[in-house]
């Protein structure tokens, strides 16, 4: 299996990576044994991958990352790189490569400390394969101060370091970057595409998966947990069914306050075993006794960590937020469909009924206001406005 395997739909950008591959091969291949470097070359030190959530480009990050550590015999034969077999290939999918830095935060941002590490990582040379590969799945939550820390970096690289920056849009990377970097673009995967992958690596029923699929518009991550989490089936069912209970205020208060309530528990379940975990391993590295008893100096560090775990929940409330906030959107688009006789196939087939008789009871106008309130709701989360008032507007813009 090729490292592009799972690279759904972007055969596109699988060329264009797979061509950069390539010649970052002839040039090591070249330092190795001393012959001159080609001049022409697809490869360069910084990435940076864009394209709606559930694109892909956190695995087609890591799937170029796999195929530039290959070390398969078969590309001295004129092979690609990327086999997918070989210990380059399999450990940096796994993602335990002693070259590869893969950075995914739980948390809302990346600050300037995590960033100054991962730079001083950056300047090192390959400790065992062929480039030192820094991944960085969350780019777009850099702060301010941690993206002049790392364009620093970017700018004067070392000669055998790649960066590789995901982010939903160039508008979420700092221009001084994004300007330094090649820029990829990646699409929403078919629907079809997706309940393939679904079918033929997770082995879940054709019909299942093909229903998921299409629920989540083509959201690969997405689309999996649906199919195999019942918990995420009870929840989005829950979100769809919002549209029918917001009739009055009555109805629009409670069902925000239960919409928030849904993502607080969510955020706390997640939490929960990895909070003890965590600060059971922390007590033990800092030297507990029997009793629990913390030695004296240790509060800060106690401290650290629970503001850390504080701020996980946080995001992890508001994704799980966003994600019905998301469901509701999908929503309100098929209502949109059917008022516009439109042929496009509609995403919630399961609740159909609930679609016809808004369509029927609205006008497009006041379904695309519907769903301006929805974007706006996403807005104000992303801007630190209090969830429950938050929400609490949108359902009320909602009203019939």
Not at 206 to 228: C, K, S, V, Y
Not at 272 to 284: G, P, W
Not at 343 to 354: E, F, G, I, K, S
Request: charged share 30%; glycine share 8%.
């Amino acid at each position: 299996m090729a490292v592009w395997d799972d690279l759904v739909g972007q055969s596109k950008v699988e060329e264009q990576l797979s061509a950069a591959a390539r010649d970052a091969d002839t040039f090591v291949t070249a330092h190795a044994t001393g012959q001159p470097v080609p001049e022409a070359s697809k490869m360069t030190h910084a990435w940076l991958f864009t394209g709606p959530p559930g694109s892909g480009r956190a695995t087609a990050a890591r799937a170029f990352a796999a195929a530039l550590q290959c070390v398969s015999p078969d590309r001295a034969l004129g092979g690609a790189p990327g086999c997918g077999f070989c210990d380059g290939c399999h450990t940096t999918l796994i993602g335990t490569h002693a070259d590869v830095e893969i950075i995914r935060t739980d948390l809302l941002s990346i600050g300037v400390k995590e960033t100054r590490a991962l730079v001083r990582r950056a300047q090192l040379s390959p400790a065992g394969g062929r480039w030192q590969i820094i991944v960085m799945e969350d780019a777009d939550r850099l702060t301010e101060g941690a993206g002049n820390v790392l364009l620093k970096a970017v700018e004067e690289p070392a000669p055998r370091t790649v960066w590789l920056l995901c982010a939903p849009s160039l508008e979420d990377v700092l221009p001084t970057i994004r300007s330094r970097c090649r820029h990829l673009t990646l699409r929403t995967p078919p629907v079809e595409a997706v309940a393939d992958l679904l079918v033929r690596r997770d082995g879940i029923e054709p019909e299942a998966a093909h229903a998921a699929a299409r629920a989540t518009q083509g959201h690969i991550d997405r689309a999996r947990r649906l199919a195999t989490d019942e918990r995420a089936r009870a929840r989005r069912s829950v979100v769809l069914k919002l549209p029918l209970r917001v009739g009055d205020v009555g109805g629009c208060l409670k069902a925000a306050q239960e919409l928030v309530d849904a993502a607080a528990e969510d955020a706390k379940q997640a939490a929960e075993e990895v909070d003890v975990k965590e600060t059971e391993e922390l007590k033990a590295a800092l030297g507990a006794t029997q009793g629990g008893r913390m030695p004296r100096g240790t509060a800060g560090a106690m401290k650290e960590l629970e503001d850390r775990q504080k701020r996980r929940r946080t995001r992890t409330q508001r994704d799980s937020l966003d994600l019905a906030l998301t469901d509701l959107t999908g929503f309100y688009r098929d209502v949109l469909a059917l008022q516009l006789s439109s042929t496009t196939a509609l995403a919630n087939t399961d609740v159909r009924d609930a679609i016809e008789r808004i369509a029927a009871d609205t006008t497009p106008e006041r379904t695309l206001r519907r769903i301006e309130a929805v974007l706006a709701c996403r807005e104000a989360l992303d801007r630190n406005v209090a969830p429950l008032l938050a929400v609490e507007a949108m359902t009320m813009s909602l009203r019939g």
